[in-house]
């Protein structure tokens, strides 16, 4: 039976707190036009995380690291959710879709069945900071036509926490809260929190998600009693359980990403995101025969 949405996260904290499985640090890099990143799911250390194919973490001070940007390149068979910390994004695709990402801000795109686009920076002083995440779509949607969401700044709702910090409800629900993405089969989960030194988070995350964390500030334990210490920048993968409960070290911030798994074969060759080599193949040929 498939969670329900008033299943998935809410103010209800019972059952069996999940357990940290492994700590992963990401890998330095670079994609687009040179921009430089740390790459976090899809490494050799952490291919994926079913449902999720791949997190980067972008951010510098240093125009040199980031200017160049993502010039167009094509997608297929998945969903990119990129989510701006700092600066602003400029994208275009063949579709005549276009927007600008601000601070706050959340693009989703849904590739589907073939998309070519662009994400250029529009500063050249000033910081750029952010995340994309990689969201595969199953078999029975990968061909489905392109989508957007620009969601803006103050469309994500935040809920203050009583011992001290907030949580942006990206998508999924928090304390009665209801994210504004998308709704899709694998009911993902994306919160950002922000928590103050001793302060603490909970939430329930229905048992059938696969789920984990990303912290990139500060220091938090996962878990009742001792817990388990991760310090920023780290990706704990987290066991199965009922809900997760995270205390702050320090000040601290921190992803928290969930979803059902898709459990069907991936087929992955660079922007392109299927279920067989066969299906590779035909994305490559469509794109090279301009059927995007």
Do not use: C
């Not at 000033?126 to 990968?142: D, T």
């Not at 928090?174 to 909970?202: H, M, N």
């Amino acid at each position: 039976m498939a969670a329900t949405d008033s299943e998935l996260l809410g103010s209800a904290v019972t059952g069996t707190s999940r357990a940290v499985v492994r700590t992963v640090v990401g890998m330095p890099t670079s994609d687009g036009a040179g921009v430089k990143l740390t790459r976090v799911i899809g490494t050799q250390a952490l291919s994926y995380l079913d449902p999720f194919l791949m997190l980067d973490e972008f951010g510098s001070d240093d125009p040199a690291a980031y200017i160049a940007g993502f010039p167009s390149h094509p997608h297929r068979g998945f969903e990119t959710i990129t989510y701006m910390l700092d600066g602003r994004m400029r994208h275009r695709d063949n579709h005549g879709n276009e927007g600008l990402l601000t601070a706050g801000a959340v693009q989703w795109m849904t590739a589907g069945r073939g998309i070519v686009h662009s994400e250029m920076p529009e500063q050249e002083q000033g910081r750029m900071r952010g995340f994309q995440l990689w969201l595969n779509l199953p078999s029975g949607e990968k061909m489905r036509p392109v989508e957007y969401q620009d969601i803006e700044p103050h469309k994500v709702p935040v809920v203050e926490l009583p011992q001290g910090g907030q949580v942006k409800v990206i998508a999924g629900h928090f304390d009665g809260v209801r994210g504004p993405a998308p709704e899709r089969t694998t009911q993902p989960v994306y919160l950002d929190v922000r928590l103050t030194a001793g302060s603490q988070f909970q939430s329930a995350i229905h048992i059938a998600k696969s789920a984990f964390l990303y912290v990139y500030e500060g220091e938090v334990s996962v878990g009742p009693g001792s817990g388990h210490a991760v310090t920023a920048p780290k990706l704990a993968e987290l066991a199965a359980g009922d809900y997760v409960q995270v205390t702050a070290m320090k000040d601290a911030r921190f992803l928290v990403i969930a979803g059902i798994p898709v459990r069907e074969p991936v087929a992955r060759y660079g922007p392109f995101v299927m279920n067989t080599s066969e299906q590779i193949h035909q994305a490559i040929a469509d794109f090279q025969q301009g059927k995007f």
